[in-house]
T-cell receptor, first 117, second 114 residues
Framework: AQSVTQLDSQVPVFEEAPVELRCNYS??????LFWYVQYPNQGLQLLLK??????LVKGINGFEAEFNKSQTSFHLRKPSVHISDTAEYFC???????????????FGQGTILTVHP | EPEVTQTPSHQVTQMGQEVILRCVPI?????FYWYRQILGQKVEFLVS????????KSEIFDDQFSVERPDGSNFTLKIRSTKLEDSAMYFC????????????FGPGTRLTVT
């Protein structure tokens, strides 16, 4: 089974500051990794995903994440945040190629990012 | 841009009543999912559905739950006899066939059981 831990439940930052949201996962098999964002009263929107290849992946809205297999981490970063980035961010994992899971995502508990002016 | 839709946005029901939550997945998608998020907790997988049958289900998805694709566009989640602990946000998702295809989520239905 897979599990995901998001190390920070809340992250307050000032506008234009850099931010890192931390995610660690546990799995005995290869995995695919995802970050989703949830704005108030909306569904989950995919920010970025790691399937294979380059460990640095770029997503929408200027976000990027780095897959670190040895540290089983997939931290999300943005060099300069905006007020509009205020939302809840979820890290998720699913079995990778060759797995028998039919796409089941396992989520972390979420990190609320609050960007202050 | 195509999107997953869910109805209703909010459902209030009394304990013991049956509820049906509805979802319209993206039209060319073939995998369908239900997740739920109890307030303050993680988003949890309930069930996946492909080729008109359940592909995988979690321990949460007991005999009180069922899913159906009654026609070519809708995907429903039925809870037969609701309990207070079923109160949660329920998300529907869909994806194309394939290992890496992302899941597109709907806006959710907030179910309140009183």
């Amino acid at each position: 089974a897979q599990s995901v831990t998001q190390l920070d439940s809340q992250v307050p930052v000032f506008e234009e500051a850099p931010v890192e949201l931390r995610c660690n996962y546990s799995s005995s098999v290869s995995v695919y990794l995802f970050w989703y964002v949830q704005y108030p009263n909306q569904g989950l929107q995919l920010l970025l995903k790691y399937l294979s290849g380059s460990t640095l992946v770029k997503g929408i809205n200027g976000f990027e994440a780095e897959f670190n297999k040895s540290q089983t981490s997939f931290h999300l970063r943005k060099p300069s945040v905006h007020i509009s980035d205020t939302a809840e961010y979820f890290c998720a994992v699913r079995k990778g190629a060759g797995g028998t899971s039919y796409g089941k995502l396992t989520f972390g508990q979420g990190t609320i990012l609050t960007v202050h002016p | 841009e195509p999107e997953v839709t869910q109805t209703p946005s909010h459902q209030v029901t009394q304990m013991g009543q049956e509820v049906i939550l509805r979802c319209v997945p993206i039209s060319n998608h073939l995998y369908f999912y239900w997740y739920r998020q109890i307030l303050g907790q993680k988003v949890e997988f309930l069930v996946s559905f492909y080729n008109n049958e359940i592909s995988e289900k979690s321990e949460i998805f007991d005999d009180q739950f069922s899913v159906e694709r009654p026609d070519g566009s809708n995907f429903t989640l039925k809870i037969r006899s609701t309990k207070l602990e079923d109160s949660a946000m329920y998300f529907c998702a869909s994806s194309e066939v394939g290992q890496g295809y992302e899941q597109y989520f709907g806006p959710g239905t907030r179910l309140t059981v009183t």
